[in-house]
């Protein structure tokens, strides 16, 4: 019990000391921009007290509280602080809306956004109401908070984000050893868009100030589309401070605080707006891979079906055909001498073989029986003699570089059958004398081409229902097929590879 109070108390003396050089630097700030001690109170130090309370945990609310209490009671005692048991007023009436978004159940970073702009405007809102019960300016007021809450709760959201989610390794010499990761590349992102902000701001012509904060949403824009949210509060806290770094503001301080507060309501509806698309297209991209693993499936499944269909048809009709074969031979010679019952034998026995052979046809189709018994570059070359090419006076050349590990038994499938496809119709249609089957992989992809130098196909016959059946096979397994019949007739097949960790089927 006692280290837990120790570490509470050490926490909060620390949280306090940095919450107070934080409050102190970003009051002496407003000085120059709200125009007098009390208002600087509204402008950057509500924001921070807001950021901080938003993020911290509800135990450490009551020390941060009393910090600022004890601040706005010495700058009374040093300068003059009429005003600030309103502003401890306004600072307890603001705790509801933190009370109330810390209750919200916030899934998503930009649901967080989103929360925080409400929360921010409703504190905004309750502080200038206070203000203007009080006589005072709500109206200065209201733009004060916004202003500085909008800007500085945003920017302890993205700090604390980045501390909480952050991977923390214990100093040690494993951790010296370790090379320092630079990431120059976001570093120079950064400092172009910071030189970008500056430059708008002391560059432009004087015809061309009045278009400054317009073109100071392009760095937002950019990191937001690069970074998503993260990058367009980093944008606007460096649009920010290059604001407040321009010599044109310090005359018009109304402006710039008007600039300010669209920076930062760009900054988080564009954060949040990109979050959101992108937490879609990620939700979009995890639903496709399941669809298309579920597709997979479902088609060796199919494949496993069409397997033990032709397995029984093949084991079954073909007992049969032999027993009716045999039946027939009995029959006639138990009746040599009768002519009718010989003719009738015979004829039995020819259309057994017919059907034996219509059967053993639709086996081949229905599966193939080249992949149950060998390698898949084996089959496609089984496949090259049955369909005798060389009889036509057509030269092959088979370039296999795929691996039968690294196939599913529906890209074995589905690959065969393209080539099966695309070889029955170079026979037919294409009058060619050469044909080339190429199969690697590409990266990520496997790649399959089958061309040859012909006429090209027909069109009944290039949207006919073989290559249409092929086609949304192949789309299934999330990969593309193409024809061409430019110059001859090419067959190009993309499917993505299967994952290393992927079981076999």
């Given at each position: 019990?006692?280290?837990?109070?120790?570490?509470?108390?050490?926490?909060?003396?620390?949280?306090?000391?940095?919450?107070?050089?934080?409050?102190?630097?970003?009051?002496?700030?407003?000085?120059?921009?709200?125009?007098?001690?009390?208002?600087?109170?509204?402008?950057?130090?509500?924001?921070?007290?807001?950021?901080?309370?938003?993020?911290?945990?509800?135990?450490?609310?009551?020390?941060?509280?009393?910090?600022?209490?004890?601040?706005?009671?010495?700058?009374?005692?040093?300068?003059g602080l009429p005003a600030w048991p309103l502003i401890q007023a306004g600072t307890l009436l603001t705790l509801l809306p933190l009370l109330i978004a810390r209750r919200q159940r916030v899934r998503n970073d930009w649901q967080q956004l989103l929360v925080l702009l409400a929360t921010v405007t409703a504190a905004a809102l309750l502080q200038s109401l206070l203000w203007h019960l009080a006589g005072e300016d709500g109206l200065t007021a209201l733009l004060l908070t916004l202003t500085g809450g909008l800007t500085l709760t945003s920017t302890c959201m993205l700090i604390w984000h980045y501390l909480?989610?952050?991977?923390?390794?214990?100093?040690?010499?494993?951790?010296?050893?370790?090379?320092?990761?630079?990431?120059?590349?976001?570093?120079?992102?950064?400092?172009?868009?910071?030189?970008?902000?500056?430059?708008?701001?002391?560059?432009?012509?004087?015809?061309?100030?009045?278009?400054?904060?317009f073109c100071l949403a392009i760095p937002i824009m950019a990191m937001a589309w690069r970074y998503g949210w993260q990058g367009a509060l980093l944008a606007t806290l460096m649009n920010t401070v290059a604001l407040m770094a321009g010599q044109a503001w310090h005359d018009h301080p109304l402006d710039l605080l008007l600039s300010l507060l669209a920076q930062s309501l760009t900054g988080l509806l564009l954060g949040a707006?990109?979050?959101?698309?992108?937490?879609?297209?990620?939700?979009?991209?995890?639903?496709?891979?399941?669809?298309?693993?579920?597709?997979?499936?479902?088609?060796?499944?199919?494949?496993?079906?069409?397997?033990?269909?032709?397995?029984?048809?093949?084991?079954?009709?073909?007992?049969?055909?032999?027993?009716?074969?045999?039946?027939?031979g009995i029959v006639r010679r138990l009746a040599p001498d009768n002519p009718g019952v010989g003719q009738s034998s015979a004829l039995i026995d020819t259309l057994s073989l017919g059907i034996y052979d219509a059967v053993r046809g639709l086996l081949g189709r229905l599966r193939p029986r080249q992949l149950d018994d060998m390698s898949l570059e084996q089959a496609v070359q089984s496949l090259l003699r049955e369909l005798e090419l060389e009889r036509h006076g057509i030269v092959t050349r088979l370039e296999w570089r795929l691996a039968d590990e690294?196939?599913?038994?529906?890209?074995?499938?589905?690959?065969?059958?393209?080539?099966?496809?695309?070889?029955?119709?170079?026979?037919?249609?294409?009058?060619?004398?050469?044909?080339?089957?190429?199969?690697?992989?590409?990266?990520?992809?496997?790649?399959?081409?089958?061309?040859?130098?012909?006429?090209?196909?027909?069109?009944?016959?290039?949207?006919?229902?073989?290559l249409l059946g092929i086609r949304e096979r192949v789309q299934a397994l999330g990969g593309n097929l193409q024809l061409s019949c430019l110059h001859g007739t090419q067959l190009t097949l993309s499917l993505p590879s299967r994952k290393r960790d992927e079981p076999h089927a």
């Amino acid at each position: 019990m006692i280290p837990r109070i120790a570490s509470y108390v050490a926490i909060s003396l620390a949280a306090c000391f940095i919450f107070a050089a934080g409050w102190f630097c970003l009051w002496s700030i407003g000085l120059h921009l709200a125009g007098g001690p009390v208002l600087a109170v509204l402008l950057f130090p509500f924001g921070l007290r807001l950021g901080l309370l938003l993020q911290s945990p509800l135990a450490y609310w009551p020390p941060l509280l009393l910090c600022e209490t004890l601040l706005l009671y010495w700058l009374d005692g040093e300068i003059g602080l009429p005003a600030w048991p309103l502003i401890q007023a306004g600072t307890l009436l603001t705790l509801l809306p933190l009370l109330i978004a810390r209750r919200q159940r916030v899934r998503n970073d930009w649901q967080q956004l989103l929360v925080l702009l409400a929360t921010v405007t409703a504190a905004a809102l309750l502080q200038s109401l206070l203000w203007h019960l009080a006589g005072e300016d709500g109206l200065t007021a209201l733009l004060l908070t916004l202003t500085g809450g909008l800007t500085l709760t945003s920017t302890c959201m993205l700090i604390w984000h980045y501390l909480t989610r952050a991977t923390w390794v214990p100093l040690g010499p494993a951790l010296i050893d370790q090379p320092v990761d630079w990431r120059f590349r976001h570093l120079i992102w950064y400092l172009l868009l910071f030189v970008l902000s500056l430059w708008l701001q002391l560059g432009l012509p004087d015809s061309l100030v009045r278009f400054t904060p317009f073109c100071l949403a392009i760095p937002i824009m950019a990191m937001a589309w690069r970074y998503g949210w993260q990058g367009a509060l980093l944008a606007t806290l460096m649009n920010t401070v290059a604001l407040m770094a321009g010599q044109a503001w310090h005359d018009h301080p109304l402006d710039l605080l008007l600039s300010l507060l669209a920076q930062s309501l760009t900054g988080l509806l564009l954060g949040a707006g990109i979050q959101r698309q992108r937490e879609l297209n990620q939700a979009l991209t995890r639903q496709l891979a399941h669809n298309r693993q579920l597709t997979e499936r479902l088609l060796e499944t199919e494949e496993s079906i069409r397997k033990e269909v032709a397995r029984e048809l093949h084991d079954d009709i073909g007992q049969t055909i032999t027993a009716i074969r045999t039946q027939a031979g009995i029959v006639r010679r138990l009746a040599p001498d009768n002519p009718g019952v010989g003719q009738s034998s015979a004829l039995i026995d020819t259309l057994s073989l017919g059907i034996y052979d219509a059967v053993r046809g639709l086996l081949g189709r229905l599966r193939p029986r080249q992949l149950d018994d060998m390698s898949l570059e084996q089959a496609v070359q089984s496949l090259l003699r049955e369909l005798e090419l060389e009889r036509h006076g057509i030269v092959t050349r088979l370039e296999w570089r795929l691996a039968d590990e690294d196939l599913s038994d529906a890209q074995r499938a589905t690959l065969f059958r393209v080539c099966q496809e695309g070889l029955n119709n170079v026979v037919k249609h294409a009058n060619a004398s050469s044909v080339r089957i190429s199969a690697q992989q590409q990266g990520e992809r496997l790649q399959l081409l089958l061309e040859d130098d012909g006429c090209g196909l027909p069109e009944q016959t290039a949207q006919g229902y073989g290559l249409l059946g092929i086609r949304e096979r192949v789309q299934a397994l999330g990969g593309n097929l193409q024809l061409s019949c430019l110059h001859g007739t090419q067959l190009t097949l993309s499917l993505p590879s299967r994952k290393r960790d992927e079981p076999h089927a």
